[in-house]
């Protein structure tokens, strides 16, 4: 899988809209061994190149974007999102939908980015994710968050075996969820190690 994306590597807008439709349905496919509804409120999507460049795409799309110095910049801001061999990337959204609860449940989660309460388990083995700064202070969280799961070469190997279960979860104060991953999940999620 390619760690970064330039310019050559996506559609203009006019060749993409053309595409769209098959493009936009390939990429839900896609993520949907790389999606993870952990409770209510979280949701994680594992990115790499692939979901990064439907990323930008639709960028390109909405802001009618045609020159390369616009889409670099976009290329500068998505890149680092993108997973370098020995990590997974991933995209946390605390989501609320009551209106009325944003705030009480977003402060309900702030300290999240500085411990250990997002983590990868194979089989005992923990692979704790670690956050972009600046999205946390003392007094907010932002409902966005970037993060990655560093694994050592024994980690990338016990993961991929399909005898040994692996799972996502979050343990934060009393916000506690756990889902299997599959073997179609980690096949997915493998993918980003090469």
């Known amino acids: ?25 390939d990429i839900i496919e ?8 952990l409770g209510p409120n979280i949701l994680i999507t594992f990115e790499n190149s692939k979901t990064m460049k ?3 795409q639709e960028m390109m799309r ?13 290329l500068t801001v998505y890149n680092p999102l993108i997973p370098q061999g020995n990590e997974l990337s991933a995209t946390l959204f605390i989501e609320i ?3 009325e609860k944003i705030r009480p449940v977003l402060d309900g989660f702030i300290g999240l980015t500085r411990g250990t309460a997002v983590f990868i388990d194979i089989d005992g083995d923990k692979v704790c994710a670690n ?11 932002s409902s966005v968050h970037y993060i990655r799961f560093p694994f050592s070469d024994e980690q990338k190997k016990n993961f991929t075996k399909e ?17 299997n991953l599959s073997v179609e999940n980690k096949e997915s999620l493998a993918n980003d190690f090469s």
Do not use: C
Request: proline residues 1%; glycine residues 2%; hydrophobic residues 25%.
């Open 1 to 25: 899988m390619k760690q970064t994306l330039d310019v050559s590597d996506l559609l203009n807008i006019i060749e993409y809209e053309k595409q769209r439709d098959n493009y936009r349905k």
């Open 30 to 37: 896609y993520k949907k061994n790389r999606r993870f509804k």
């Open 54 to 56: 439907f990323q930008i």
């Open 62 to 74: 909405a802001e009618r974007m045609v020159h390369d110095n616009q889409i670099e910049e976009e």
């Open 97 to 99: 939908t009551d209106p």
């Open 131 to 141: 956050f972009e700064l600046g999205r946390e202070k003392d007094d907010n969280i």
């Open 163 to 179: 005898s040994i279960n692996g799972s996502i979860n979050i343990e934060y104060n009393d916000y506690k969820y756990s889902i």
